[in-house]
């Protein structure tokens, strides 16, 4: 999902599929996406940001029958979920979502994988991230 043009410039010259979703916000947009990939086919969905510079392959991820919250090094934001599409997960992106959407996740009757993935877990939010990342 994006709502810049030159990232989605990029990302199709990368022959990735670009869900254009402007002015929704990110927990909106989410939503519009799987709800869209949903309606494609998909039956799981994986969202992963792009602030994520360690970020190792994330097929594995979707080898989970319910939900996988990847955390930030901090355990406070989901930096990666893995959704069945049809489960009406309710997206809760911001500061303390990985709590939030490990209660969806209960709140559903869903089971719940905790990973914390070094790769995964470190992202880039402000400039002083930066100095935390080693390869």
Same mark, same amino acid.
Do not use: K
């Given at each position: 999902?994006? #709502?810049?043009?030159?990232? /989605?410039?990029?990302? =199709?010259?990368?022959?990735? &599929?670009? $869900?254009?979703?402007?002015?929704?916000?990110? *927990?909106?947009?989410?939503?519009?996406?799987?709800?869209?990939?949903?309606?494609?086919?998909? =039956?799981?969905? $994986?969202?992963?940001?792009?602030?994520?510079?360690?970020?190792?392959?994330?097929?594995? @991820?979707? %080898?989970?029958?319910?939900?996988?919250?990847?955390?930030? +090094? @901090?355990? *406070?934001?989901?930096? @990666?979920?893995?959704?069945? @599409?049809? /489960?009406?997960?309710?997206?809760?992106?911001?500061?303390?979502?990985?709590? +939030?959407?490990?209660?969806?996740?209960?709140? &559903?009757?869903?089971? &719940? %994988?905790?990973?914390?993935? =070094?790769?995964? /877990?470190? #992202? $880039? #939010?402000?400039?002083? #991230?930066? /100095?935390? $990342?080693?390869?």
């Amino acid at each position: 999902m994006c #709502d810049d043009t030159d990232v /989605a410039a990029w990302a =199709r010259t990368q022959r990735a &599929l670009v $869900i254009w979703e402007p002015e929704r916000g990110l *927990n909106r947009a989410v939503e519009a996406g799987v709800a869209r990939l949903a309606h494609a086919g998909a =039956r799981r969905v $994986i969202v992963a940001h792009g602030d994520l510079p360690l970020a190792p392959g994330l097929a594995w @991820v979707a %080898r989970f029958p319910g939900v996988t919250l990847v955390p930030d +090094r @901090v355990s *406070n934001g989901t930096n @990666v979920v893995c959704v069945p @599409v049809d /489960a009406g997960f309710t997206f809760s992106y911001g500061p303390g979502s990985f709590a +939030r959407h490990g209660s969806e996740a209960l709140r &559903l009757g869903l089971p &719940l %994988r905790v990973v914390r993935e =070094r790769g995964l /877990a470190q #992202d $880039i #939010d402000t400039p002083s #991230d930066f /100095a935390t $990342i080693s390869a």
